[in-house]
């Protein structure tokens, strides 16, 4: 469907310019790695600036690519989002909760201070959180809380490419998520791009200097 994730973030910023149309003051957060890959086209077509934001999986016990919750940070606020059917049936210790939320606080840190995200202010502006592609949406949908905590005029969601169940569960949370396609069956984000190599962080460094 992509050939990777610049022409992604072109086709997606194409998309944005029709739908934003009209709308001046519009900051892009890239969720990093890849979303700040994608981010930068979208930022580019919009006339926008580029921004990190970094909310951290928090993964099952033993299976770390297995969500049972997403973090992220508004200011000194900490958001938690908790998949509570996924805890109990894999009965997560509330101390493995604790400490996981612990290290991912910890590694979102890192990353602010790696990337110097967090620099734009978010307040009255049309907020884009970007990524490369959302499965359950849990991390996305941790940074869009986050987002709305800071006073934007509003927030959306917006990805190359996303399941239709996990757009209609965003619009339940009060959440906008705006992708350009929603294939079926979805099985990973990375089915959908021929090129989906990992992302390395010099590569997201390189693509916020452009802001």
Do not use: C, W
């Not at 890849?34 to 086209?41: D, H």
């Amino acid at each position: 469907m992509f050939r990777d994730r610049l022409e992604a973030g072109r086709r997606l910023g194409d998309h944005l310019h029709t739908l934003l149309a009209g709308e001046t003051d519009i900051l892009v957060l890239g969720i990093p790695r890849g979303g700040v890959i994608v981010g930068r086209p979208v930022a580019d077509r919009l006339g926008a600036r580029l921004d990190a934001i970094v909310p951290r999986k928090i993964g099952a016990p033993g299976e770390p690519e297995l969500a049972v919750g997403a973090l992220a940070m508004a200011g000194q606020e900490e958001i938690l989002v908790l998949d509570h059917q996924l805890v109990r049936q894999l009965a997560v210790s509330e101390a493995y909760l604790e400490e996981e939320t612990a290290r991912q606080r910890r590694e979102i840190e890192r990353r602010v201070a790696a990337y110097s995200a967090g620099r734009e202010p978010v307040a009255g502006r049309t907020a884009v959180i970007v990524d490369d592609g959302i499965a359950t949406g849990l991390t996305a949908r941790v940074a869009a809380l986050s987002v709305a905590r800071l006073n934007p005029k509003q927030v959306l969601v917006a990805v190359p490419v996303a399941p239709g169940e996990t757009v209609k569960a965003f619009s339940r949370f009060g959440l906008r998520l705006e992708p350009l396609e929603t294939p079926s069956p979805f099985m990973a984000v990375g089915q959908f791009y021929r090129d989906f190599r990992q992302v390395e962080d010099d590569e997201v460094l390189a693509a916020l200097r452009q802001r």
